[in-house]
């Protein structure tokens, strides 16, 4: 019995029953998702319509909003793209917040209605400071008019909301 448990043992030794070959190649998927930046408005346009000397006309709150494509925090500012308003005797854009002859001011606020940001040209505001990716948001304006006119003619200028990576 010793002896055919020593065959059996050696049988197994000297005859291969089969091979089992281990994995020659691991592979890992990698991803990068590039830092994308992308924003866009909606309405595109408003108009205050017809305004009188030294008055606040406002938007609703929340009338425009933002949709925010981005795949990164960002800061958004604002800004009118134009020192003057086009039209007739333009107006001055005021980069204070205070209108005066010919000079209009524009204010805006994130949601609030507390018109709390200065929309200038020269140097724009943040609107949306460290705005986490892909999170839409509103936002309104608010103009304070001229304190006198020299003429009747519609007024124009474009507000501009640029976003960086935050």
Not at 5 to 19: D, H
Not at 59 to 79: H, K, L, P, R
């Amino acid at each position: 019995m010793k002896i055919i448990g020593i065959l059996v043992a050696l049988l197994l030794v000297l005859i291969p029953i089969g091979v089992t070959e281990a994995a020659t190649t691991a592979n890992v998927t990698v991803n990068a998702t590039p830092a994308f930046v992308s924003i866009s408005v909606d309405p595109t346009t408003y108009s205050f319509g017809v305004v009188e000397t030294s008055k606040n006309y406002s938007t609703s709150t929340g009338y425009f909003t933002i949709t925010n494509g981005s795949t990164v925090q960002t800061d958004q500012t604002i800004a009118v793209v134009n020192a003057t308003w086009l039209g007739g005797v333009a107006w001055t854009h005021s980069d204070t917040g205070t209108p005066d002859t010919d000079t209009i001011a524009m204010y805006a606020s994130k949601n609030t209605g507390v018109f709390d940001i200065i929309v200038k040209n020269t140097a724009p505001n943040y609107i949306a400071e460290n705005q986490a990716a892909t999170t839409n948001y509103q936002f309104e304006l608010r103009i304070m008019t001229p304190t006198s006119f020299s003429d009747g003619v519609i007024k124009s200028n474009v507000v501009s909301v640029s976003a960086a990576v935050g």
